[in-house]
């Protein structure tokens, strides 16, 4: 059996994320997705469907869409408190050329996933050439510092978006630090989702906080990423606050670089 103790990322990835930002995963995005992974004759997908509530019924629909797309064996992995630790399974996983990631709640996924070996065989995945792809909460796993969708300040109750701009505001986790500098939102313009991530990159001004639309995958290899989909990609970055002195409550600046991308579009990110 495989060991993943001790494992580190230390090179630039041989692999591809595939973040799609929630909604609906059209067949198209799924095609492109099995492109992007790129497969050999003896490959195979795993999915981990440990964010959501109903992880056998996340399954069977992607694993519909999967099959409409490759004739590449499907394999649940629905890891829990005991299975992290199984062998096997942790060897499923370490040798998967696509590992999917279905929506739900990112902070439960990170509960069964941090500081385990299934957290290392994903990094080993990644490092050696498979293809990490998430959706919703999937996306939203995939930074270093995760959104949980708490508020800190004030009214803490969950919204979609946040409803005022205060400093020090996001609630961060750990997540699977896949990115490790860039913070990623979800659901983005569907759900208006700007205050909270202005309060992100408030919080990590030297990050790259980019909101993935529903139905649209930002799809990154190394330092390039490029968009495919039917909605947009914004990216805001660059906060400059030099010289602004005055309330210590309300979150202000003077500029901040502001990108949006549609289906095709590539940029570096950090």
């Not at 890891?79 to 902070?107: E, T």
């Not at 490029?226 to 979150?251: A, P, R």
């Not at 600046?253 to 590539?266: A, L, P, Q, R």
Request: hydrophobic residues 35%.
């Amino acid at each position: 059996m495989i060991s993943f103790d001790g494992y580190s990322q230390k090179q630039s990835p041989k692999g591809s994320l595939f973040i799609i930002g929630g909604g609906i995963r059209s067949q198209k995005l799924i095609n492109k997705m099995i492109e992007t992974a790129n497969f050999l004759p003896n490959d195979y997908i795993v999915v981990l469907p440990m964010a959501t509530q109903e992880p056998d019924t996340a399954f069977k629909y992607i694993d519909l869409q999967f099959k409409a797309a490759t004739d590449k064996k499907v394999i649940n992995l629905d890891f829990d408190s005991i299975s992290v630790n199984d062998s096997q399974k942790l060897s499923l996983l370490y040798s998967a050329k696509l590992i999917y990631i279905p929506g739900g709640d990112q902070n439960r996924f990170m509960n069964v996933v941090l500081n385990t070996k299934v957290y290392d065989a994903i990094h080993f995945a990644y490092q050696n050439g498979s293809t990490i792809a998430g959706t919703s909460a999937g996306a939203a796993v995939m930074s270093k510092y995760m959104i949980t969708g708490k508020q800190l300040q004030g009214d803490t109750t969950y919204k979609e978006t946040f409803n005022k701009l205060w400093k020090n505001n996001t609630e961060f986790q750990e997540g699977l630090g896949l990115l490790d500098s860039v913070i990623i939102d979800q659901h983005f313009i569907k759900r208006s989702r700007y205050n909270r991530l202005i309060s992100a990159l408030e919080a990590k001004p030297n990050f790259d906080c980019i909101g993935i639309d529903e139905s649209t995958a930002l799809i990154v290899h190394q330092n390039t990423a490029s968009i495919s989909g039917e909605s947009q990609v914004i990216k805001f970055s660059n906060m400059e606050t030099d010289g602004l002195t005055g309330d210590e409550k309300l979150i202000k600046f003077k500029d901040v670089k502001m990108s949006i991308y549609t289906n095709g579009d590539k940029f570096v990110i950090k």
